[in-house]
């Protein structure tokens, strides 16, 4: 589907009463068209509810690889960033967008920053690898909602790294911030908490399945579908998971 296929998609929507959202959220686009088009629908979706909360997953790269066209870099620089509530960039991602190295927690603040400064009420990085972290990755996130007292407004998480490979894991990490936000966006430290949990939970829940295709580098039809993520299966867990990773206040000190 192209950018003015969506919008005539759309446009049916509208004549037929359906464009009634609160929430907006996008992941993968491969081409600007369809980029352009979001922006159009942003509009149009704001012009009937102001307070609608777009989240959006920048996907562009990761690893200091873009797996996009490079013309979709300057195209959420540009027309994206100041229309999002939420955006959760990974490192390689936050780093393409604000143009700020980010090899410690306090140029990760700075790139959080930078993104607030351009309209984005929460950032959420949420990768990020570090010289000094052994098998776990870095997620922090800083918002300007007001958080409830006690809670702070930049926090962090060490994530342990699972040895499996899983396709759509950042799909759903984003679905899990926007559905734990939305419950309280005023207790940004509980949200990611929740978001975390269920994540790592369905991740284990679904390696434990997979068998051997879980570890596997293999990328066959065959061994795909066997490490598929078990959504339906572990709705308990995406639910009511079980926390055993506390989120922190961020510490920028220790770097």
């Known amino acids: 589907m192209n950018g003015e296929e969506l919008w005539n998609l759309v446009q049916g929507m509208q004549e037929s009463n359906l464009l009634e959202y609160t929430h907006l959220l996008t992941g993968y686009i491969g081409s600007v068209s369809?980029?352009?088009?979001?922006?159009?629908?942003?509009?149009?979706?704001r012009e009937r509810n102001p307070d609608l909360i777009y989240v959006c997953d920048p996907v562009m790269g990761d690893n200091n690889q873009l797996y996009v066209a490079t013309e979709l870099v300057p195209a959420y620089k540009n027309q994206i960033i100041s229309l999002a509530t939420v955006l959760t960039p990974n490192q390689y991602e936050a780093e393409l967008l604000t143009g700020i190295k980010i090899d410690s927690k306090k140029a990760a603040l700075q790139a959080c920053q930078a993104l607030h400064d351009r309209g984005v009420a929460t950032v959420v990085l949420t990768s990020i690898q570090l010289p000094d972290l052994k098998g776990e990755i870095l997620l922090i996130a800083s918002t300007q909602v007001l958080q409830q007292s006690g809670c702070s407004s930049s926090i962090q998480a060490n994530i342990p790294l699972l040895d499996a490979y899983f396709t759509g894991t950042g799909d759903l990490m984003t679905a899990l911030l926007l559905a734990n936000l939305y419950k309280d966006s005023s207790n940004m430290q509980h949200a990611m908490e929740q978001a975390i949990a269920s994540l790592q939970a369905v991740l284990q829940a679904s390696a434990e399945v997979s068998g051997p295709a879980a570890h596997s580098?293999?990328?066959?039809?065959?061994?795909?579908?066997?490490?598929?993520?078990?959504l339906i299966q572990n709705q308990h867990l995406i639910l009511s998971p079980p926390v055993k990773l506390k989120v922190k206040p961020l510490d920028t000190h220790a770097d």
């Open 34 to 45: 369809f980029l352009e088009t979001i922006v159009r629908i942003v509009s149009l979706l």
């Open 217 to 230: 580098r293999e990328r066959s039809a065959e061994v795909c579908k066997a490490r598929e993520l078990r």
